[in-house]
Structures are given as structure tokens and as C-alpha cells.
């Protein structure tokens, strides 16, 4: 059974600094997706790692991936307010029904000023 | 761009009733979804299909069906709501052989 754990749940953080969140998974797989969620809405997709050792980044987000050590690691740059959403990792269960994700419980981000 | 609506952003419903949420895509994908996301629960797979009449349990089926009579439409039903269904759900929709990367705006279903 494929598990996907992130930490922390819950993230406080001030203005200008900078946080990783992880994302670990149990069994093999070789697709990672990040989302955010603003407060009643949808999912926005936010990256796609495709392979061991792969790095995006988009503004002061930037997300890798180690499919060794089943973990990807979602960076924050000097956090700005609008950061603030939950992210939530998903990992494709490898040889499963097609399309399956498997998802996180999600990490809650707060930035204050 | 992708396009996933459901038919309805919030929902009350009364325990006992039948409910219907509905889903559209435009991007002719195979693969469609349903889930549910409760707090401290993350998103979990209710049902999905991969074509039009064939569906898969995900990993809560129970106490919800599916129809899928058209490619671009997939129904979640509710045959008798219950207060532990109270929840958003969110669709989604991929092309075969690609995770789903599409969702819908969701809907929060209360039942009482």
C-alpha cells in the first residue's frame, strides 16, 4: 500500500524567511505532483517531477525530487503573504489502476508579515 | 486550458435523500475521478473511470455510485446521504496513462 506523509501539517512563518516542506512515499513510484489550495477552492497544479533528480521552480517555490530516498522537498524563498494556501503532494501509484494518485494530508502555510 | 465543472458549488441535502454531483470536462480525457477531501484526511479516491461504462472502486467506495454514459460526463450519487458524507468533493480528469492534473472547482455537500 502506497503512503504519502508530508510535514510538518502546519507551518507559521514570518515574512522573508525560508522553510521546506517534505513529502515522503512508501513504495516505488516515478511521478510527483504539487498543488496548492486556496481556502474553499480547488486544487491548482503546481509542479510535475518527472524523475530522480529533478528540480522546478517557479517564483520562490522550487520543488526536487530523489526517488531513491522516495522524497521531494517543496522550498520556500522568503515567504510573502501570498503564499499563504495549503500544498499538498501527490505521488502516482507505480503499476496501479491508471491515473491513481495518492495524496498527502497536505501542509497548511501561514506567512504573517 | 483544461476545463473541469461540476454542477453545483455548494449543497444542502437531507440524510436519506438521493444525490447526484455532476462533472463535466472538455478536453475529451479517458480517465475521470472523484474525490473527497475531509481535514486532517487529505484527498481520497472515491471512484474513477477510465471509459465511458467501465468505473473502478478507489479506495472509499462505499455508500456512493457512479455513471459514466458519455465520455465527457461522470456522476458521483449519493443513494441514501448521510451526515458522515457532509465533505467537499472535487473532480478531476487526465488523458489514459496520465495522473490526473485537472480539477474541478469542487462542491460542498452538507447533509443534515
Redesign the interface.
Known sequence: ELKVEQNPLFLSMQEGKNYTIYCNYSTTSDRLYWYRQDPGKSLESLFVLLSNGAVKQEGRLMASLDTKARLSTLHITAAVHDLSATYFCAVVLYGGSQGNLIFGKGTKLSVKP | DVKVTQSSRYLVKRTGEKVFLECVQDMDHE?M?WYRQDP??????IY?S?DVKMK?K?DIPEGYSVSREKKERFSLILESASTNQTSMY?CAS?F???????????T?LTVT
Open positions: 480517465n475521478f486532517g484526511l487529505g484527498l481520497r479516491l474513477f477510465y473502478e478507489g472535487l487526465s489514459r496513462d496520465r495522473a490526473t492534473n485537472n480539477f474541478g472547482p469542487g460542498r
